[in-house]
């Protein structure tokens, strides 16, 4: 897990951001010195209990040992601490550091490069974009603002033909979700038991692909004919959690008993839906159990809170570095949250699940990242 460390900086405190288009969640009674960390939403906000919450526990909880409430900042008890860090986390040193919380939330995507200037403005030690929707906005504030120090979360910088490119100031971090999608694909097609699978995306770019493709990918790997009858739809949107509960009641009417969600806060309906008709959801994102614990199967668990803490601790060490970051089943970078729920044969479908996660992590199984790469993919035997 220590290859996560992404090697970030940054440094100090916040009064308050007027004018801003987005909100901001202003600390309350905290004194200056420290490291300033700014950070700015997409527009599924604090609450998606997914994505943006995965990355302010990163910086509020787990940097600044703060817990954010309607008031302003308090100190976070450490119990509650120690209690958020995932499992797949408890072998690493996850300490408060002297660090002052910035964050804005967008309210739309107009919003991103206002919020990111105000930022600049508050002399924040390391600006954190959150999202691949903000890639734009990041680019234009780093190249206005040469002298700041960027992070930017799922996105690298892409240039007018939709290549990657770098700036001195910029650091980017991406994660394999497709690797851990598979793990969760190969879990739904082993715990299904109508031997239908569903997905609901969000918007239908490249990203959210990857985990469609990933996902079809572990299914296939344990139950061809189930990923062959896969229904796939998308709601056109990250915020609107009833847009997805529609999106997964028309599965389950359909018979599907399992539904994989990457839709940001839609899937918040989409957990709500498999509530309510007594099927299973899989999260994403964070480990999303807690929304629905009879019918959460598991959640594919992307550690953009373990992303961001280790760039601010390099920050707060000088240890700062420019550049692009992958992280993948192999660094650490996703994975899958405990299987609470019970189905028949559990510990078999478990066992399965491990080899084909080594199978990855070893490099016997390249997972399709695309849906092109999808179409030709082809699991080895797993013994």
């Not at 807690?290 to 550690?303: D, F, G, R, W, Y």
């Not at 992303?307 to 601790?313: G, M, V």
Request: proline residues 5%.
């Amino acid at each position: 897990m220590h290859k996560l460390a992404l090697g970030l900086a940054a440094v100090a405190t916040i009064a308050g951001l007027a004018g801003c288009k987005g909100s901001s969640d202003k600390p309350a009674g905290d004194s200056a010195g420290g490291v300033k960390i700014g950070l700015i939403t997409d527009v599924g906000g604090r609450g998606d209990q997914s994505f943006n919450d995965g990355a302010l526990r990163g910086l509020e909880m787990w940097a600044a040992g703060k817990k954010y409430t309607a008031g302003g900042y308090q100190p976070l008890p450490d119990a509650e601490r120690v209690a958020s860090v995932p499992a797949t986390l408890k072998d690493v040193s996850i300490t408060p550091l002297a660090v002052t919380p910035v964050v804005l939330t967008s309210k739309a995507q107009e919003d991103y490069e206002p919020n990111l200037d105000l930022l600049v403005a508050e002399k924040v030690d390391l600006a954190i974009g959150v999202g691949f929707m903000i890639e734009n906005a990041v680019e234009a504030a780093a190249k206005k603002h040469p002298q700041t120090r960027f992070l930017l979360v799922d996105s690298p910088l892409l240039d007018a033909r939709n290549k990657p490119f770098t700036l001195p100031n910029v650091q980017t971090v991406v994660f394999q979700e497709h690797e851990g999608s598979f793990l969760v694909g190969a879990l739904a097609g082993l715990a299904s038991k109508s031997g239908k699978i569903g997905f609901v995306g969000g918007m239908g770019m490249p990203l959210i692909k990857k985990f469609e493709a990933g996902f079809i990918a572990g299914v296939k790997a344990v139950n061809p004919q189930a990923a062959e009858g896969a229904k796939r739809v998308y709601t056109g949107n990250f915020d609107d959690s009833a847009s997805g509960k529609r999106a997964a009641l028309d599965l389950y009417n359909q018979g599907i008993d399992v539904v994989y969600h990457a839709a940001g806060a839609g899937g918040l309906g989409v957990i709500q839906a498999a509530k309510e008709q007594g099927k299973l959801a899989i999260g994403v994102d964070s480990d999303q159990a807690h929304l629905a614990p009879q019918n959460v199967l598991t959640s594919m668990t992307k550690h953009v809170d373990y992303a961001i803490y280790t760039s601010i601790k390099a920050i707060a060490d000088k240890k700062w570095q420019a550049g692009d970051s992958a992280l993948g089943l192999k660094e650490g970078g996703v994975g899958m949250a405990p299987v609470t729920v019970d189905f028949p044969n559990k510990q078999e479908a478990l066992a399965k699940v491990e080899k084909l996660r080594k199978a990855v992590i070893d490099g016997k199984i390249k997972v399709p990242s695309t849906l092109e790469e999808l179409g030709t993919f082809a699991p080895p035997p797993i013994e």
